[in-house]
């Protein structure tokens, strides 16, 4: 049986027991409240069902605590049980009152049932009840202690599985030492090859830098030779360059003069010599009217001519000049 069976029986037992007690009351209500009326004053008729209620309370209060003491494995003493048996036995003594003054025996057995079931299912209901938490703590008990012996399993593999984990570490741990070792020595090893042969090596280049410094001083010197012979060379070639460049100078200088000094011409001279004239005046940064006046040209078509010469491509005059 699991909690969801016992809660069920709980409530079964719980439900079957208000029904129980409601059903009493309201029958003792109906049996008591006739019999009260008849032993009260007329006047005070009214009050004739107030005892059957009263005692009716104290059934509910006894069987509600009992339910409630029954929950918490508790227990009220005498005095609940005295209440319980006291209310009950009122309870029958209330019903059966009436057949009994009548001595009416099969009246008596009719209205002590539902008292008497009452008793009864009240007793019952708290032994139930006190039953059912004795189970409830045994079946709290036993699932606690599978719990805890479930959580010791857990925690003995837990234990294993971390002292494996912790032997698997020192093993991992001592082979990685053995291999860090091996490896020293193999890294001592290849250290010791490594500067033998940095060694021989350095040797090696050291007699190779003595001949390749010897080797290099000698091509530095025949480098140097060449290089003033070409720097000798360069100088008188640009002095050579800068002699013709002032002659050809001093020629087209000595040209244009010649054309300038002629003077106005006669009358229009022939187109080349007259390019070759307003070539020399644009240089000379003669006028266009100036230079009409040499060449016998119209000032428009020298106006042309010196917007040619002011367009940079174009030097058919200069070109001119200079092969003259």
């Not at 699991?2 to 049996?31: C, D, K, Q």
């Not at 699932?143 to 294993?160: I, N, P, S, T």
Request: aromatic share 4%; charged share 35%; glycine share 6%.
């Amino acid at each position: 049986m699991n909690a969801v069976h016992i809660r069920s029986a709980e409530r079964a037992l719980s439900v079957g027991t208000w029904l129980i007690v409601f059903g009493a009351m309201l029958y003792s209500v109906l049996t008591v409240t006739p019999l009260m009326a008849k032993h009260t004053a007329d006047r005070w008729d009214w009050t004739a069902p107030i005892l059957p209620l009263v005692v009716d309370a104290a059934v509910v209060i006894v069987v509600k605590l009992d339910d409630v003491l029954a929950r918490l494995g508790g227990h009220g003493g005498r005095w609940p049980v005295v209440l319980r048996w006291m209310t009950g036995l009122m309870t029958l003594a209330l019903n059966t009152a009436d057949s009994a003054l009548k001595n009416d025996l099969v009246g008596m057995a009719v209205h002590a049932v539902a008292p008497l079931l009452l008793i009864v299912t009240a007793e019952t209901g708290l032994a139930y009840r006190r039953a059912i938490a004795t189970a409830v703590s045994a079946l709290e008990a036993a699932q606690k202690a599978e719990r805890e012996q479930v959580e010791q399993k857990q925690r003995e593999r837990a234990e294993r599985a971390r002292q494996e984990a912790l032997e698997e570490r020192e093993r991992a741990a001592a082979l990685a030492r053995e291999q860090r070792e091996h490896e020293a020595l193999l890294v001592r090893e290849q250290a010791e090859r490594e500067e033998r042969r940095a060694r021989e090596e350095r040797e090696f280049q050291a007699a190779r830098d003595v001949a390749d410094r010897a080797e290099r001083e000698r091509r530095e010197r025949e480098r140097e030779q060449r290089e003033q012979d070409r720097e000798r060379r360069e100088h008188q070639g640009r002095e050579q360059a800068e002699r013709e460049q002032r002659e050809r100078e001093q020629r087209l200088t000595r040209d244009r003069d010649a054309l300038l000094e002629r003077g106005p011409a006669a009358g229009k001279l022939p187109e080349d010599e007259a390019r070759q004239i307003v070539a020399a005046a644009f240089e000379a940064g003669l006028s266009v009217r100036s230079a009409a006046e040499l060449c016998g040209w119209s000032v428009g078509w020298v106006s042309a001519r010196y917007a040619e010469h002011r367009d940079p491509s174009t030097s058919g005059a200069g070109l001119a000049i200079a092969s003259n």
